[in-house]
């Protein structure tokens, strides 16, 4: 502990005595400095002994001294040391009055005490508390190390809390607790979530205090990590504010998960690229060598049913796509998949993200769930124009191994889907479920219709009939001439003529069983109500 007034008034070879505010000696102080001005203050940075002998001060004066001791305590003096048999034989009423009101610690200093020898007993007491917390800080980092090689985290953690008195929490990429000490700390590390989301937004390396009302403890966060992108997070609950020795162990718990996190990416980069040659192996056919490179990495994910997941990094307005909502996905997906304790393959590609998740499994339903939070508040009035890359996320219906290339085939059919719809993510079962005719909607599908019926639409505009009407009539009644023509009002002779004509015109032949097909598709694609 630092010194405090008790501990130099203890102080054997000081002689100090008390003569006023005998219930504040337990307060630290910073520094012991000797002044004579009538007004010290602005030379104060509070937390001092002041050391005067009142030669510039009326020390006898009632008022003077209650202003005096009243801008003492405003700047953060915490005790006034008077010493006797040099201006006055003893320390005058009017100034032990004035700190006795203000309950400022007033001390006696003898004759026989220099100012000199009390400046030297606060600065050894200071630096040998500051070797102590040093000491303290090294003891912590080896058992804190110690601890992070025998038990991981866990007991890194476990060991950080003991060491602060206190709590402490470690929280993945997503916000998620996935460690706390002691046990108990994970409820009240799991309502810091929005506290943490908060400081990942900011470059790392990242620190905030959460405090107030609401809490029942300090909180000190800390990001994890030296890339763009916390990688992990610690929250260290303590009931007041760290010391020094308390100082050191945290930061020695902060380099120690670091390197945790740092070491745990490398590893996921292997672990990446292995997942690389298992999924080429998998998309080329080949579901036996895929398990045998696998191993056990990927647990029994290649031999029960499992979704593929693509997803696209598209540019905003500003250009390039930066990737950031790939990551975050990333993320999400990861993290679901890691407190589920199911395996997951995932495999970036440039602006690209393709994903091997259990069929049914947390992972699949985060995706999911991420795209719809994604989407509805792209619907909000209020949600700004996109700055940086959009995305959209194509989901495959559930195959096996065997299967994997008609699944990947599956999910980017349905990220194709997403991108012409405006969706962030389309399921492959929603397209057997839905109609083709929101498909036709595509620019090139458009151009061709409008191509293919453009000859129609001419000869109807010079009023020589109406060919495109009749047209449309005649399929929609499956080429049964009089049911058409009652829905034209014509005779069917006069419809026979008509579609004699689209032959002309077109050169194709309506028995032609595609050439109605095309023709169809294409009145859907051009329809106004389309």
Known sequence: MPPTLASLVHHSALKLTVRAGEGRLDVPVRWAHVSELADPVPYMEGGELLLITALKLDAEDPEAMRRYVRRLEGAGVVGLGFAVGVNYEEIPKALVDACEEAALPLLEVPRRTPFLAISKAVSAAIAADQYRAVTAGFAAQRE?????LNSGPEGLLTALAAQVDGWAALYDASGTVVAAAPEWAGRRAARLTADVERLR????????????????????????????????????????ALGTAERYAVHSAIALLTLTTERSRSLHAAEQRIGTAVLRMLLAGEPDHARAVAGDLYGGLLDAPFRMIVAESVPGPRGAATGDRLGTLTETVEAAAARSGEAVLVVPEGERLVVLAADGGAAVAACVGWAAELEAARALPEHPVAEDDEIVVGLSAPAGPIAAAAAYKQAEQSLSVARRRGRVLVEHEQLAAGSVLPLLADDAVKAFADGLLRALYEHDATGRGDLVASLRAWLSRHGQWDAAAADLGVHRHTLRYRMRRVEEILGRSLDDADVRMELWLALKATSSDQ
């Open 144 to 148: 804190l190390t110690k601890q992070a």
């Open 201 to 240: 937004e900011r470059p790392a390396p990242a620190s905030s205090v959460v405090g107030g009302p609401e809490h029942e403890d300090r909180v000190e966060l800390h990001s994890l990590g030296t890339g763009r992108r916390p990688r992990a997070a610690l929250a260290v609950g303590t009931a007041a």
